[in-house]
């Protein structure tokens, strides 16, 4: 009922593009900041960006500035992660999150993660 749905991901050769979309179910995130994390096989789970509840802060790990751009439509309770000039070693299964407060509970919400694959 209360869930992270991220949407998006597929195979792309490198250079090309994709556009992430991570969508709430059963519940608003338009007061929350939201984050992307990915996880390649065989590593740990790591941080990629972040969006403050307004969309007015925006923070990118240094090994995707430049390249990738995080967005928000809270009209459309959905928060975006545009994939560009991407590179083999982007190559993960990216999540979307959430920490909430008290109204949801002081839950940590994740997706089920979108395979993102970058390949000649």
């Known amino acids: 009922q209360l869930q992270l749905v991220e949407s998006g991901g597929g195979s792309v050769q490198p250079g090309g593009s994709l556009r992430l979309s991570c969508a709430a179910s059963?519940?608003?995130?338009?007061?929350?900041?939201i984050s992307w994390f990915r996880q390649a096989p065989g590593e740990e789970r790591e941080g990629v960006s972040c969006?403050?509840?307004?969309?007015?802060?925006?923070t990118y790990a240094d090994a995707v500035k430049g390249r990738f751009t995080i967005s928000r439509d809270n009209a459309k309770n959905t928060v975006y992660l545009q994939m560009n000039s991407l590179k083999p070693e982007d190559t993960a299964v990216y999540y979307c999150?959430?920490?909430?407060?008290?109204?949801?509970?002081?839950?940590?919400?994740w997706g089920q993660g979108t395979q993102v694959t970058v390949s000649s």
């Open positions: 059963g519940f608003t995130l338009d007061y929350y900041d």
């Open positions: 969006i403050s509840s307004s969309g007015g802060s925006r």
């Open positions: 999150n959430l920490k909430a407060d008290y109204r949801l509970g002081f839950r940590d919400f």
